[in-house]
């Protein structure tokens, strides 16, 4: 049964391309398309969607309307995922939408819109109860962090480094494996090691771990600031 979607985006031409992307799928059955926030709920109301794609500044304030729509949903449709577009690298509204939990939740860069194998994929993702965030968006937040000089991020070995990177993103030991080419096994001890050294629980949800990380990286409000300069 195709993954119903209800797409929200002010930009006229941006939400026409995104739909054509989307029709190219089988799987995926775009039920509506909106404009701003009172739009998109409306929509939400009437499909139930799977899972709202939604851009991130909309009217009318056109900061962070689609982090708002996004906590609204967690309580009043639990059951439907959000993957928000964002046009910049911008660390803190990410660490704002894992704030309440990543489970059902994703943060894609609209520079990668295109590329609608990985837009499909992390629609698929977060339909599944699962989280899915931007490699770059990943990587702003790892560095921010390792700038200060008593991170415990600081004492992670390159290859750690490499492996909490794709942990964040909320991949599998398996594909984490095939990314940087190393055993399940290897995976698995650098993982515990990581876990250990950050003081967080090696839980074996990978949901859990991804909120963990993630509410880690957002470390103090002034390394959140630093990282929206990026």
């Known amino acids: 049964m195709p993954l119903r979607i209800v797409l929200a985006e002010d930009n006229l031409l941006v939400r026409a391309g995104v739909a054509s992307l989307l029709s190219t799928y089988e799987d995926v059955d775009l039920v509506a398309t909106c404009g701003d926030p009172d739009e998109l709920h409306a929509a939400v109301e009437a499909e139930r969607p799977d899972v709202v794609l939604t851009d991130i500044r909309m009217p009318p304030t056109h900061t962070d309307e689609g982090i708002r729509a996004a906590r609204r949903l967690r309580r009043t449709a639990p059951e439907v995922g959000v993957v928000v577009l964002s046009q910049f690298v911008e660390p803190a509204y990410a660490l704002d939408l894992f704030a309440e939990g990543s489970r059902g939740r994703g943060y894609v860069l609209k520079d990668h819109v295109d590329d609608v194998d990985r837009l499909v994929s992390a629609v698929r993702t977060v339909a599944s109860g699962g989280s899915y965030i931007d490699d770059d968006v990943v990587d702003a937040l790892v560095r921010a962090r390792r700038r200060s000089l008593d991170s415990p991020l600081a004492s992670l070995s390159t290859r750690e480094a490499d492996v909490l990177a794709e942990l964040a ?51 103090r409000a002034d390394e959140v600031a630093s990282a929206d300069r990026l």
Request: proline share 0%.
């Open 169 to 219: 993103t909320g991949a599998s030991n398996a594909a984490i494996a095939r990314s940087l080419g190393v055993s399940e096994h290897s995976v698995e001890k650098h993982t515990g090691v990581i876990f250990a050294k950050l003081g967080l629980s090696g839980d074996a949800d990978v949901n859990r771990r991804v909120t963990a990380v993630l509410l880690f990286l957002a470390g």
